[in-house]
């Protein structure tokens, strides 16, 4: 579904964090190119590169939130749906031409786990230390949940369907994973009609009101542009060193999808959620929480398959045991904190615990 973020951003207005932003770009990006120029061990690209995609994603979140915000909330949630997971998505794109399926795959997979267990466990473990017990809206974050349940579910058929088929590249598998990917866009869609034109007629009707940017038009533009050139630049640099680095480090591919990836792609989603459960609004952590995991998952990995077609690797999707098994520990975690409409700081440790247990786990799958 749609984020609110929007209409409810609590974002200092001032211009120093655009300016950290710009600093921080300037400062990893000539690093992370150079790498590549010069031939620099790839672990130096990597980290580089990896460096670079945290304010590169920020700038471009900023971009958008500021755009969406004038652009008022039906044209905004637009936006905000197409470039939420802008940087995921690019990364992946550059993964899956390279052939990287389980990379691509592990990425997926740690996206969600991000949003659902580090967004709303830092997140309520920083408002409840704060704030106290904090409250959001359960009705709302019930229907989110269901949605994630019902990802989870799609994304584990074609698994259960391939182990009953002796060959995963075969015809069958194939053709079922992307019958499944055309029905998860079609669910994306509707969440995203539903919130675009039932659920913003009923803020409107509670007094909703739009919010001003805080940069002139061209310069928020500008920014997007700018971001969006950078992502594809540093992503390409980001994985052509994945390779090289697994080899030199002790990270595997698999560690790298589910946790480097995912964390470097959406700090700037992860950080607003952050600020604003401190600031003790839990409803719009819960929101980017929930949105965004279910935008990975109904929007992000079918639009995948397809790309996976058109780039000549075609990916299923058939994830692995852990990988599933992980989805569903982190939606059954969510829908019993959604399940009350309340939070607590003690409720996030225990997320936090679930998530730092999977990746200690990951670390050392095979």
């Not at 120093?16 to 770009?25: D, E, I, K, Y």
């Not at 009707?205 to 533009?221: E, F, K, T, Y």
Request: glycine letters at 8%; aromatic letters at 8%.
């Amino acid at each position: 579904m749609v984020r609110r973020r929007r209409e409810t951003s609590l974002r200092s207005r001032d211009g120093t964090r655009g300016l950290n932003t710009v600093v921080a770009l300037a400062l990893a990006a000539p690093v992370a190119v150079a790498a590549q120029v010069l031939s620099w061990p790839p672990p130096i690209a990597f980290a580089a590169a990896a460096a670079g995609l945290v304010p590169a994603s920020k700038l471009l979140g900023d971009a958008t939130e500021d755009l969406a915000l004038r652009a008022g909330p039906r044209v905004g949630g637009l936006l905000n749906a197409l470039l939420g997971t802008a940087s995921l998505l690019i990364i992946a794109v550059f993964a899956l031409d390279k052939g990287l399926l389980d990379l691509v795959k592990a990425t997926i997979t740690g996206s969600i786990l991000g949003y659902l267990l580090v967004v709303i466990g830092l997140s309520a473990f920083l408002g409840g230390v704060r704030n106290g017990t904090q409250y959001f809206d359960r009705q709302e974050a019930g229907m989110s949940a269901t949605l994630m349940i019902l990802s989870v579910v799609a994304l584990s058929l074609p698994a259960m369907y391939g182990q009953l088929v002796p060959d995963r590249n075969s015809g069958p598998v194939e053709s079922f994973s992307e019958a499944v990917a055309i029905l998860m866009l079609v669910v994306y869609l509707l969440s995203v009609y539903y919130s675009l034109f039932w659920r913003i007629e009923e803020q409107a009707i509670a007094g909703v009101h739009q919010l001003s940017g805080r940069w002139p038009a061209a310069v928020a533009g500008a920014a997007l542009v700018s971001a969006l050139l950078l992502i594809v630049v540093l992503a390409k640099v980001l994985v052509d060193a994945i390779g090289p680095t697994v080899e030199a480090t002790a990270m595997t591919e698999f560690f790298v999808g589910m946790v480097v990836i995912p964390l470097v792609g959406s700090v700037s989603e992860h950080l607003l959620a952050f600020e604003t459960a401190w600031r003790n609004r839990m409803d719009v952590s819960m929101s980017i929480a929930l949105g965004s995991s279910i935008q990975v998952a109904l929007y992000v990995a079918p639009l995948l398959v397809f790309a996976s077609l058109i780039l000549g690797h075609p990916m299923d999707l058939i994830f692995t045991q852990i990988e599933l098994v992980a989805l569903a520990a982190a939606a059954l975690v969510t829908t019993l904190v959604a399940f009350d409409g309340e939070s607590n700081w003690l409720e996030g440790v225990m997320v936090l615990a679930v998530y730092t247990l999977l990746v200690l786990a990951f670390f050392w799958w095979p």
